[in-house]
């Protein structure tokens, strides 16, 4: 059975930083392409960044979210990595990390910024 924790989410200022993290688990996470999706409310899912896998490391990013987030992995952990600088109020919303074809999700984490 796949399973994808996601933890690390909470409130933080604007300008702040969070780092996302998600434990893998029943599947091979070192050739697998990961992503991160996150969905605000009231409003569908939105692709927010990609890595790939085995000794390709290209990543890929959102418009939103390009120069303030960094994907990245640890194969040897089976955990994929989000960190998030510079934190806007538009970037509140429910984190997801998924498979990079989307047929496998956690169950979210949240983050929220706010004053």
């Known amino acids: 059975e796949v399973q994808l924790v996601e933890s690390g989410g909470g409130t933080v200022q604007p300008g702040g930083s969070l780092r996302l993290s998600c434990a893998a688990s029943?599947?091979?996470?070192?050739?697998?392409?990961m992503s991160w999706v996150r969905q605000a409310p009231g409003k569908g899912p939105e692709w927010v960044s990609e890595?790939?896998?085995?000794?390709?490391?290209?990543?890929y990013y959102a418009d939103p979210v390009k120069g303030r987030f960094t994907i990245s992995r640890d194969n040897a952990k089976n955990t994929l990595y989000l960190q998030m600088n510079r934190l806007k109020s538009e970037d509140t919303a429910l984190y997801y990390c998924?498979?990079?074809?989307?047929?496998?999700w956690g169950q979210g984490t949240q983050v929220t910024v706010s004053l």
């Open positions: 890595i790939k896998s085995g000794g390709d490391i290209s990543t």
């Open positions: 029943g599947l091979a996470f070192g050739r697998t392409e």
């Open positions: 998924a498979t990079a074809a989307w047929d496998y």
